[in-house]
């Protein structure tokens, strides 16, 4: 059973960076397509890029185009969510989640990180 392990969130001051990553137990996670999704309080959770299995593609929403980043570390069965240039909307709860596709729909997601908490304020 595949287990995802978040960490690296926390507090940064506007245009600050963080990064994020998913540790993967129980399975091999270039085998799995890995979506990074948000919620921010009284919100729906979206969708902020994927990678997908094999041939690593990504995906990313409008919002974060050019300031985030995701990729893979196969040896440490890590995908890593790197953020710069945070501003206070980006302050949210953020999960990763293994599945099938590289689409940034919730539904096609099997398996999900705990959270993590990134908030953005000076």
């Known amino acids: 059973q595949l287990q995802l392990v978040q960490s690296g969130g926390g507090l940064v001051q506007p245009g600050g960076s963080l990064r994020l990553s998913c540790a993967a137990s129980?399975?091999?996670?270039?085998?799995?397509?890995i979506g990074w999704f948000r919620q921010a309080p009284g919100k729906e959770r979206e969708g902020v890029s994927c990678?997908?299995?094999?041939?690593?593609?990504?995906y990313y929403t409008d919002s974060v185009k050019g300031r985030f980043t995701v990729s893979r570390d196969n040896a440490k069965n890590t995908v890593y969510l790197q953020m710069n240039s945070l501003k206070p909307e980006d302050t949210a709860v953020y999960y990763c989640?293994?599945?099938?596709?590289?689409?940034?729909?919730?539904?096609?997601?099997?398996?999900w990180g705990q959270g993590t908490q990134v908030t953005v304020s000076s």
């Open positions: 989640a293994a599945g099938t596709l590289c689409v940034l729909w919730r539904n096609v997601y099997s398996y």
């Open positions: 129980g399975a091999t996670l270039d085998n799995y397509a």
């Open positions: 990678i997908s299995s094999r041939d690593n593609i990504t």
